[in-house]
């Protein structure tokens, strides 16, 4: 996609350190608990089983980015639960075996996303990744390359049951174990001209009940833990604003009432792309989780600056902290107020005349006075002070 189309559909690529972010705690971490809790080789084989048949969904997939990790580490994973019957029960027939038998397919993961060329792109990512693990196995394991020839990676897995073009918020999602991804970033206010009227209506009637005033990347969160199961995992990355408002009313909020526990999340963060939001990921559990829920906050805007952590009891669905704002109140004295809490907001550039076309307005008819107004933004007023002070 171009810039202008990514910004039309709040498509953007996310870093590998942010996408582990969420792979970690959601698939890597408690999968490896498992690894290396076991005690008997049977509970390994058990193990492996379920492994082999672990379904990932991301419902906005883009370009495969997030698939592409979760599938490799997956076959690492799978390396260390083998290595572990080779080196705690000396079964190094049983791996040989098992080996054959434990090649993660890709066909146990699914995507939506409504680029043609992005869904094509996913398909080859997947079966690049299923390639290079192969490769990493055989250099691992030290297995002669003749005895596993007959998985080079070919033939090649038709996955055109499994990544899909079509709009995630419309369709029916595929049953899977957890569900991983990166939705896309539209705020209320520029979803009606990014998005159009008739989409809208068409969103917000197939989903009447998150908020209108809510950030487009909700409506994802939402649906997450509407398909997963008890004992299920997710793992998104959302605009800050998910904690924040009518957005947490409608995402966080309604997985913690619902029974989801947050298990590790980034409050907020400068997003690493090119799109100048900063974001929250959130990585949660259908059910109930014991012990400390790690909380995450970036020192600054500088990624290299540091983070700050904390690790907590619970993690409210503001991820904040201080205090749980989730549980206050609207102060009758603002509720009654006139006051303005926010900045002018044309809403559509279709409200927005240059000065050249007000001045002629005005000129023709001069009663538009009533109707056309200057107005500025906070950059305005701050941007080139500041860019003058920084030349100073």
């Given at each position: 996609?171009?810039?202008?189309?990514?910004?039309?559909?709040?498509?953007?690529?996310?870093?590998?350190?942010?996408?582990?972010?969420?792979?970690?705690?959601?698939?890597?971490?408690p999968w490896t608990e498992r690894i290396d809790a076991a005690t008997r080789l049977q509970d390994l084989v058990e193990i492996l089983k379920e492994l082999m048949?672990?379904?990932?969904?991301?419902?906005?997939?883009?370009?495969?980015?997030?698939?592409?990790?979760?599938?490799?580490?997956?076959?690492r994973l799978d390396l260390r639960l083998l290595a572990r019957m080779e080196e705690n029960f000396s079964a190094k027939s049983v791996t040989k075996q098992a080996l054959t038998a434990s090649i993660i397919s890709p066909l146990k993961f699914f995507g939506c996303d409504i680029d043609s060329f992005g869904v094509e792109l996913?398909?080859?990512?997947?079966m690049l990744a299923k390639k290079l693990a192969l490769d990493e196995a055989m250099a691992t394991l030290g297995r002669d390359e003749m005895e596993l020839g007959f998985y080079d990676g070919v033939p090649l897995d038709n996955l055109d049951k499994n990544i899909k073009q079509t709009d995630a918020l419309f369709t029916e999602w595929p049953q899977v174990e957890t569900t991983i991804g990166n939705p896309p970033f539209q705020s209320k206010n520029k979803m009606q001209e990014e998005l159009g009227v008739p989409y809208l209506h068409k969103l917000r009637a197939r989903h009447p009940d998150v908020p209108g005033h809510a950030d487009y990347c909700v409506y994802w969160f939402r649906l997450t833990l509407e398909h997963l199961k008890d004992g299920q995992r997710a793992g998104l990355v959302g605009t800050n604003t998910i904690r924040q408002n009518y957005s947490r009313e409608g995402g966080l909020d309604y997985i913690v009432s619902e029974g989801g526990t947050i298990?590790?999340?980034?409050?907020?963060?400068?997003?690493?792309?090119?799109?100048?939001?900063?974001?929250?990921?959130?990585?949660?559990?259908?059910?109930?989780?014991?012990?400390?829920?790690?909380?995450?906050i970036q020192e600054g805007v500088d990624p290299n600056a540091g983070w700050h952590r904390e690790d907590r009891d619970a993690i409210s669905s503001a991820r904040s902290y201080g205090f749980d704002v989730t549980k206050a109140k609207p102060l009758r004295t603002n509720a009654r107020g006139h006051g303005c809490f926010q900045g002018q907001t044309h809403g559509h550039k279709g409200f927005l005349l240059s000065p050249n076309d007000a001045t002629a307005a005005l000129a023709k008819k001069p009663e538009n006075a009533e109707i056309l107004f200057p107005y500025l933004i906070a950059n305005d007023f701050l941007g080139k002070k500041m860019d003058s002070l920084a030349g100073i």
């Amino acid at each position: 996609m171009d810039k202008e189309k990514r910004h039309a559909f709040g498509a953007h690529f996310t870093s590998e350190a942010d996408i582990q972010r969420i792979i970690g705690p959601t698939i890597v971490k408690p999968w490896t608990e498992r690894i290396d809790a076991a005690t008997r080789l049977q509970d390994l084989v058990e193990i492996l089983k379920e492994l082999m048949n672990f379904r990932v969904l991301d419902p906005a997939c883009g370009s495969g980015n997030f698939l592409y990790v979760a599938y490799r580490e997956l076959s690492r994973l799978d390396l260390r639960l083998l290595a572990r019957m080779e080196e705690n029960f000396s079964a190094k027939s049983v791996t040989k075996q098992a080996l054959t038998a434990s090649i993660i397919s890709p066909l146990k993961f699914f995507g939506c996303d409504i680029d043609s060329f992005g869904v094509e792109l996913t398909k080859v990512t997947l079966m690049l990744a299923k390639k290079l693990a192969l490769d990493e196995a055989m250099a691992t394991l030290g297995r002669d390359e003749m005895e596993l020839g007959f998985y080079d990676g070919v033939p090649l897995d038709n996955l055109d049951k499994n990544i899909k073009q079509t709009d995630a918020l419309f369709t029916e999602w595929p049953q899977v174990e957890t569900t991983i991804g990166n939705p896309p970033f539209q705020s209320k206010n520029k979803m009606q001209e990014e998005l159009g009227v008739p989409y809208l209506h068409k969103l917000r009637a197939r989903h009447p009940d998150v908020p209108g005033h809510a950030d487009y990347c909700v409506y994802w969160f939402r649906l997450t833990l509407e398909h997963l199961k008890d004992g299920q995992r997710a793992g998104l990355v959302g605009t800050n604003t998910i904690r924040q408002n009518y957005s947490r009313e409608g995402g966080l909020d309604y997985i913690v009432s619902e029974g989801g526990t947050i298990t590790e999340a980034v409050s907020s963060m400068p997003w690493s792309g090119e799109a100048n939001v900063h974001v929250s990921i959130v990585n949660w559990v259908k059910g109930v989780q014991t012990g400390k829920k790690r909380l995450y906050i970036q020192e600054g805007v500088d990624p290299n600056a540091g983070w700050h952590r904390e690790d907590r009891d619970a993690i409210s669905s503001a991820r904040s902290y201080g205090f749980d704002v989730t549980k206050a109140k609207p102060l009758r004295t603002n509720a009654r107020g006139h006051g303005c809490f926010q900045g002018q907001t044309h809403g559509h550039k279709g409200f927005l005349l240059s000065p050249n076309d007000a001045t002629a307005a005005l000129a023709k008819k001069p009663e538009n006075a009533e109707i056309l107004f200057p107005y500025l933004i906070a950059n305005d007023f701050l941007g080139k002070k500041m860019d003058s002070l920084a030349g100073i």
